[in-house]
């Protein structure tokens, strides 16, 4: 069973920047494949950004593409997204996933993704 918990989410000022953190509860984090989701109040969950296990290759969603970054740490079990230039249709509750298919690594669909955090909220002001 895979637990994961992010952080660093908060209320900012279009143009600015937050970095979120997702941290995995286990040894094993760098079997598995991740990705980030958000969603918006009264909207579906949404892909923003999946990566690999070794942290090689990533699938930019193309809303943020060219402003979000995704990175991982397996030696602290961790993942990070540092959103960039941010604006405010990018307000939502930020989810890290983890999937246990490395056949669906990319996908863009939430229901493949096994594991889930609880989500952190993000609010970007005009």
């Known amino acids: 069973q895979v637990q994961l918990a992010e952080s660093g989410g908060g209320l900012v000022q279009a143009g600015a920047s937050l970095r979120l953190s997702c941290a995995a509860s286990i040894r094993t984090f760098n079997r598995y494949n991740t990705g980030w989701f958000r969603q918006a109040p009264g909207k579906e969950r949404e892909f923003v950004v999946a990566?690999?296990?070794?942290?090689?290759?990533?699938y930019f969603a193309d809303s943020v593409k060219g402003r979000f970054t995704i990175s991982r740490d397996n030696a602290r079990n961790t993942m990070y997204l540092q959103m960039n230039n941010l604006k405010p249709e990018d307000t939502a509750v930020y989810y890290c996933a983890a999937l246990r298919d490395a056949a669906s690594w990319g996908t863009t669909s939430p229901t493949e993704y096994d594991y889930w955090g609880p989500g952190t909220q993000v609010t970007v002001s005009s």
């Open positions: 990566i690999t296990w070794s942290g090689i290759a990533t």
